[in-house]
Nanobody
């Protein structure tokens, strides 16, 4: 199973970006899909998650500004980021719980995509 993340970039404060992460490979089912972020020297922190039923969870710092969604037919998770702030600058990683065919549940990380918000 591979995760391909895209959509990062440089944006001014107050702007928007949309991240995408597509899972491919021997996928039987997907449960939780989520986004985390990390800045150099700090731990990787939860940004948002969404489960197979569509229930979402957000870090307090992004509530009301970020929206996580998924397209189960495409095995893809999205993160719409609005009203971006300089403190949102980080490498964003997608994370997915996958039922791998003939193997069982496994957790996978994407390669990370850089988001930089200038003031």
């Amino acid at each position: 199973v591979q995760l391909q993340a895209s959509g990062g970039g440089l944006v001014q404060a107050g702007g928007s970006l949309r991240l995408s992460c597509a899972a491919s490979g021997s996928i039987h089912a997907i449960n939780f899909m989520g986004w985390y972020r990390q800045v150099p020297g700090k731990q990787r922190d939860l940004v948002a998650t969404i489960n197979s039923a569509g229930s979402t969870n957000y870090a307090d710092s992004v509530k009301g500004r970020f929206t996580i969604s998924r397209d189960s037919a495409k095995n893809t998770v999205y993160l719409q980021m609005n009203s971006l702030k300089p403190e949102d600058t980080a490498v964003y990683y997608c994370n997915v719980d996958v039922m791998v065919r003939y193997t069982g549940w496994q957790n996978f990380w994407g390669q990370g995509t850089q988001v930089t918000v200038s003031s």
